[in-house]
C-alpha cells in the first residue's frame, strides 16, 4: 500500500517570501511523485513530478521540489510567492511509473495563501 | 501537455434521477482513464479504474451498480451516477493516462454535482 502525509492544511505566506509546501510518502517499491494544484471548481493542473535522476526537480511556475530518499520527502517549494500562486495543492505518489492501470495516491491537500 | 475535457462542469439533479459524466481525452488515444472524486476540502479519492474495452476495476466501497463505468472507445469514458441521492453530491474529476505519454497523469476539470 503507499501513502502520502500533507502535514499542513493551511500555510500562509507573505508575497515575495520564499514558500515550502510539505509532503512525505509511504511507498514499497520505488516511488514516483507529483505535485499537483487545484484552482476552485477546477481540475488538477500538474506542476511537477521525479520519476528518476536528479533530486531537485523544477516545474511550472517557478515551482521546485526535492526528493529525498532517506527522509521520505518530496517538500514543494518556490523561492518567491506570488498572490496567484493562492490555491490548493496535491502531493501524490505512485509506485509505477505511470501510463499504465495504477491511479494516483493523494495527500489530503494544502491550502496555500500568499498575503499581499 | 495533453488535455482532457470533462462534462458537464456542473449539473443539478433530483433524488432518484441519473447523471452521465463525460471525460474525453482530445490530443491522444487513453487506454485507461482514472474516476476520483472528492469532498469539499478533502482529498481526491480514487473510485475506479476505467480500460478501454473490458469492464471497470473499482476501488473497495464503491458501489459498481450505482456509479456505471463504460470506456468504449480510446478518447472517451463516461460515469453514470444511477439513481441519485444527496449524498452522492460531490466533485467529480476523472484522468486519463496512455503507455508511451509522459508518466503525468492528465487531468479533466471536473463536476460538481448537487442532488436536490
Known amino acids: 500500500a503507499q501513502s502520502v502525509a500533507q502535514p499542513e492544511d493551511q500555510v500562509n505566506v507573505a508575497e515575495g517570501n520564499p514558500l515550502t509546501v510539505k509532503c512525505t510518502y509511504s511507498?514499497?517499491?520505488?516511488?514516483?511523485l507529483f505535485w499537483y494544484v487545484q484552482y476552485p471548481n477546477r481540475g488538477l493542473q500538474f506542476l511537477l513530478k521525479?520519476?528518476?535522476?536528479?533530486?531537485l526537480v523544477k516545474g511550472s511556475y517557478g515551482f521546485e521540489a526535492e526528493f529525498n530518499k532517506s527522509q521520505t520527502s518530496f517538500h514543494l517549494k518556490k523561492p518567491s510567492a506570488l498572490v496567484s500562486d493562492s490555491a490548493l495543492y496535491f502531493c501524490a505518489v505512485r509506485d509505477k511509473p505511470g501510463g499504465g492501470a495504477d491511479g494516483l495516491t493523494f495527500g489530503k491537500g494544502t491550502h496555500l495563501i500568499i498575503q499581499p | 501537455g495533453a488535455v482532457v475535457s470533462q462534462h458537464p462542469s456542473r449539473v443539478i439533479c433530483k433524488s432518484g434521477t441519473s447523471v452521465k459524466i463525460e471525460c474525453r481525452s482530445l490530443d491522444f488515444q487513453a487506454t485507461t482513464m482514472f474516476w476520483y472524486r472528492q469532498f469539499p476540502k478533502q482529498s481526491l479519492m480514487l473510485m475506479a479504474t476505467s480500460n478501454e474495452g473490458s469492464k471497470a476495476t473499482y476501488e473497495q466501497g464503491v458501489e459498481k451498480d450505482k456509479f456505471l463505468i463504460n470506456h468504449a472507445s480510446l478518447t472517451l469514458s463516461t460515469l453514470t451516477v444511477t439513481s441519485a441521492h444527496p449524498e452522492d453530491s460531490s466533485f467529480y474529476i476523472c484522468?486519463?493516462?496512455?503507455?508511451?505519454?509522459?508518466?503525468?497523469?492528465?487531468f479533466g476539470q471536473g463536476t460538481r454535482l448537487t442532488v436536490v
Open positions: 521525479y520519476i528518476t535522476g536528479d533530486n
Open positions: 511507498v514499497s517499491g520505488n516511488p514516483y
Open positions: 484522468s486519463a493516462s496512455s503507455p508511451g505519454r509522459n508518466t503525468e497523469a492528465f
